[in-house]
């Protein structure tokens, strides 16, 4: 089994080093009809005199924009990564992809309007969240500058939303994409004609994960038709150690030419 994996310590907080800050934003949301929450993480030295490319990092079933800060601390994994001058200069923003008026993680988390919120999302993201960012902070706006990547419910949408807006996305993560995800024939239905508009395409799994045969079929159609991508099987469940490790992973390969 290929395994890629971090390096003991990459999200243990080291003392001294220049910090990113971590804030949450409210935007307003055509879609939904009201304003929303996100978070954004604008990384160590950060100076509106530069400009930045741009993460969408999306969050599992079970959360909301504030999932990846409470479980994952992506702040210490890329304040890290940052100090081993291992990332392109990018602005990390943390949505909350279950696009419905009350968007908390509360009550029966599969109840087909929460399911069906989470496909929603793919217009606040491009309609509302997006322009909010560019408008607000100092980024690149094409396609080659954002990313999307998350785990779960946000793999499932960033294959999605990715494959379905290339226009839009250059950078594609899915860490346990969950049943969300379209069929790979339906996301790709002419892989000849995409040659290499994904830049980088990461896909993970745990391999005790019960939802691997979805990550499972994408990998097998991807190879079926020669999609370059990588594809990290890894130890572990449906839980934070492969979804931190997709972080640390896809962080490094985003941006770079
Ligand atoms: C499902 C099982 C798991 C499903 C979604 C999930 C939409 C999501 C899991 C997660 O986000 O952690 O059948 O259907």
């Known amino acids: ?40 993480y604008t990384p160590p030295g950060f100076s509106s005199d530069n400009t930045y490319n741009v993460l969408y990092l999306l969050h599992g079933i079970g959360g909301d924009e ?35 008026p009350n968007d908390r993680a509360e009550g029966d988390l599969f109840d087909p309007d929460k399911i069906q919120a989470f496909e929603r999302f793919e217009s606040d993201l491009l309609d509302d969240l997006i322009p909010y960012i560019e408008e607000n902070y100092p980024v690149w706006i094409n396609r080659e500058n954002r990313a999307i990547a998350g785990l779960s419910m946000g793999g499932g949408q960033s294959l999605n939303i990715g494959w379905g807006n290339l226009d839009r996305f250059a950078w594609i993560g899915a860490f346990s994409a969950a049943p969300n995800t379209c069929a790979p024939q339906v996301l790709i239905p002419n892989p000849s004609e995409i040659t290499g508009l994904v830049r980088k395409l990461w896909l993970s799994c745990g391999d005790q994960d019960n939802l691997k045969h979805i990550s499972n079929q994408m990998h097998a159609y991807l190879v079926q038709h020669g999609i370059s991508h990588i594809w990290n099987e890894e130890q572990g469940g449906h839980d934070w150690p492969v979804w931190k490790n997709g972080l640390f992973q896809f962080s490094q390969l985003i941006f770079k030419i």
């Open 1 to 40: 089994m290929r395994m890629i994996a971090a390096p003991k310590g990459y999200n243990q907080y080291r003392e001294g080093i220049p910090r990113g800050i971590i804030e949450t934003v409210e935007y307003p949301s055509t879609t939904v009809g009201n304003s929303r929450k996100a978070m954004v």
């Open 66 to 100: 504030t999932e990846w800060y409470n479980h994952g601390t992506p702040q210490v994994i890329l304040d890290n990564l940052y100090d081993d001058g291992k990332l392109e200069p990018m602005i990390v923003v943390f949505p909350n992809g279950r696009a419905m």
